[in-house]
């Protein structure tokens, strides 16, 4: 049976807008009292209700005050103080190991969009400083044990932030409430220590952009990205502090001949013979170490060690009040933000999911938002966040905000759309036996071109949103053993202008489901040893897609981009986010009859 051809595109990453461009959020008041059920508000709506702090101290600062661990270790740590004696204020805690001297730079640098400046630099994660001292908290930044001006040569844990907590709880500037705030590592960090332990003088925490948690979204593709983030080839990231003692690897302690044959068995691997930079990595992992250690362990997953060392929290075990948020979209939170606040089981849980892509750098957006959450349980201001639902969402394609009760939407309409040939996406199933279409990806070595499918929606006679986790059910044979899945929902607008909805990643060798686990909505992909490919084998990939809310509008279009490549000459691409390439060439044939999209389709309000 021949295979179609015709409708090959290529796929530029650069035509596709991952997040918008010109919409700046900003907080939108609420009346308390107001009935908010199914209302669209231009900025993030907030529940009004006692007034919150009020700028109204200067800033005194303490450099590397050596806080005392129960072990003796003591760590430099920074305090941002109001410059007023006799008074105690409530502590806002941010704790990673991304150099507490390096966030400094947050008290004068403005935000700097995403890849819109050469300044965002990633790594300024902290949160806003000067906004929360002159509003009256004390704003605690240490730097982790065995780094910086810290003592210690071991690892950080846990203990070590319920000691700084503590420690601050009892200093004569503090009122005995302390919180934490921070994004990415700064996250993790707090859903570590409220699940492992919590301080009693810890209050609340707001991990937006959530990180790490057990990454149940395995896809099994190795995201690149990561490894420019620790080497400094992520937008204008600053390198991360070395340790004074690196600890010991993993990877390093199997025995020298095992070690031996799995480096070799990578070496071998196309995807890592035909990339210098990776095969460099592998013959010389005193270089990279961590990379080094990553990328041996992505051929065969493993359930995954925590960061710092530590075990897996049971986030289940949360119960300290928190508002965690992540952007649409984006790869290292949005997965692990729904992970974690789906095992959280807490009243005082809030949710918020912002516009697509990370949002600038240095972290300070939201920060009135943040104060909100922050005033109701380290002052007892009751500003009204608590009487909020607990979800508050950005709905991309009319860029409205809404709250919501729980997450998935109860009121949701699943629904399956069909990829027809000649590139159709509809309801309607595929009558008949049609013939596969094909696209070819040469390997990128030879020709860097993306190519793709494409298949997309008639143009819509009505508004459709689509607000859920969503997943592709694709029925595709290869000729090689091994490919990458990427797909990506696109808005099509009148023009042919196309926004980016979401993404999904499914490495063939790890399609294999873990059927106790998935739900419809969500296949879920064991780690497990790769599964090579029967060539020519019709199998059906079940690839999860990040969740997000898009209302497409009348008189746009649905569509599916299949690919398996990102545009490594793309701006992305170039700012060193991409996913490992395959390095062979690879003929793709997509099949007919059971493919489709999994939607969650939100009903028009009817009142």
Same mark, same amino acid.
């Given at each position: 049976?021949?295979? +179609?051809?015709?409708? $090959? ?7 596709? @807008? ?24 231009? !900025? ?11 700028? %109204? ?29 006799? +008074?105690?204020? /409530? ?33 300024? %994660? ?6 929360? $001292? ?37 200093? /004569? ?19 570590? #220590? ?12 707001? /991990? ?7 990454? %149940? ?12 983030? @620790? ?70 997953? @493993? ?20 508002? #965690? ?23 005082? @849980? ?37 009487? %909020?639902?607990? &979800? ?19 009121? *949701? ?18 009558? !008949? ?68 909805? *979401? ?34 084998? &019709? ?69």
């Amino acid at each position: 049976m021949a295979s +179609k051809s015709m409708r $090959v595109s290529i796929y530029h990453g650069d035509e596709i @807008r991952p997040r918008l461009k010109d919409y700046k959020p900003f907080g939108q008041p609420v009346p308390h009292g107001t009935d908010v059920k199914g209302v669209f508000y231009d !900025g993030y709506p907030q529940i009004t209700k006692q007034e919150g702090s009020k700028p %109204e101290h200067s800033v005194k600062v303490e450099k590397d005050v050596m806080v005392p661990m129960r072990d003796g270790v003591r760590i430099a740590t920074d305090i941002y103080r109001p410059d007023v004696d006799g +008074k105690r204020f /409530p502590a806002i805690l941010s704790y990673f190991f991304w150099g507490k001297d390096a966030q400094e730079v947050t008290r004068w640098l403005p935000e700097q969009e995403y890849w819109d400046t050469p300044f965002w630099d990633g790594s300024l %994660e902290t949160g806003a400083i000067d906004y929360f $001292v002159e509003r009256g908290y004390v704003r605690v930044i240490p730097e982790p044990r065995n780094f910086g001006k810290s003592e210690g040569t071991t690892p950080p844990t846990t203990k070590d932030i319920y000691d700084v907590i503590e420690w601050i709880a009892k200093q /004569p500037w503090c009122d005995g409430n302390v919180g934490m705030i921070g994004a990415c590592g700064y996250a993790a960090m707090q859903t570590d #220590i409220a699940a492992n332990n919590p301080p009693p003088s810890l209050k609340a925490i707001i /991990p937006f952009e959530a990180i790490v948690g057990t990454q %149940e979204h395995f896809h099994g593709i190795f995201d690149c990205m990561r490894m420019n983030i @620790r080497t400094a080839r992520h937008g204008n990231d600053h390198l991360m502090p070395e340790p004074h003692v690196s600890p010991t690897l993993p990877i390093f302690n199997l025995p020298p001949e095992e070690l031996e044959a799995r480096v070799q068995e990578a070496l071998d691997h196309p995807d890592i013979k035909y990339n210098p930079r990776f095969y460099a990595i592998l013959k010389y992992p005193e270089v990279l170490p961590m990379v080094f250690e990553e990328l041996i362990k992505s051929f065969h997953p @493993r359930p995954i060690t925590h960061l710092l060392e530590l075990p897996i929290p049971d986030y289940s075990k949360i119960k300290t009040p928190i508002y #965690i948020s992540t952007p649409w979209n984006e790869l290292l939170y949005t997965w692990q933000t729904f992970e974690i606040w789906e095992k959280i089981d807490s009243p005082t @849980r809030k949710l918020a999911l912002w516009p697509s892509k990370a949002p600038g750098r240095p972290f300070v957006a939201y920060s009135d938002e943040i104060l909100r959450f922050h005033d109701y349980w380290l002052k007892g201001i009751d500003t009204g966040i608590m009487d %909020e639902p607990p &979800v508050k969402l950005f709905v991309m394609g009319i860029n409205k905000w809404r709250f919501e009760d729980e997450w998935p939407l109860k009121r *949701t309409a699943w629904t399956k759309f069909y990829l027809h040939p000649e590139g159709g996406l509809s309801i309607e199933p595929v009558k !008949g036996r049609p013939e596969p279409e094909t696209f070819t990806q040469p390997a990128p070595y030879l020709d860097p071109t993306v190519y793709c499918l494409t298949y997309s929606s008639e143009v819509l006679k009505q508004d459709i949103e689509i607000t859920g986790p969503m997943a592709l059910y694709l029925e595709a044979s290869i000729d090689k053993t091994e490919t990458n899945w990427m797909v990506d929902i696109a808005d099509v607008d009148e023009k042919g202008n196309r926004m980016l909805v *979401t993404t999904g990643y499914l490495a063939a060798e790890h399609r294999a489901l873990d059927k106790e686990r998935s739900l419809p909505y969500r296949p879920i992909h064991p780690r497990q040893d790769p599964a090579p490919v029967t060539p020519g084998e &019709v199998v059906e990939y079940a690839i999860s897609f990040m969740p997000s809310s898009n209302l497409f509008k009348k008189g746009h279009r649905i569509q599916l981009i299949i690919r398996n490549q990102d545009d490594l000459l793309s701006r992305l691409g170039i700012w060193g986010v991409y996913m490992l390439p395959g390095m062979q060439t690879v003929k793709h044939d997509i099949h007919f009859g059971k493919s489709h999209l999994f939607l969650p389709v939100i009903p028009a309000d009817k009142k």
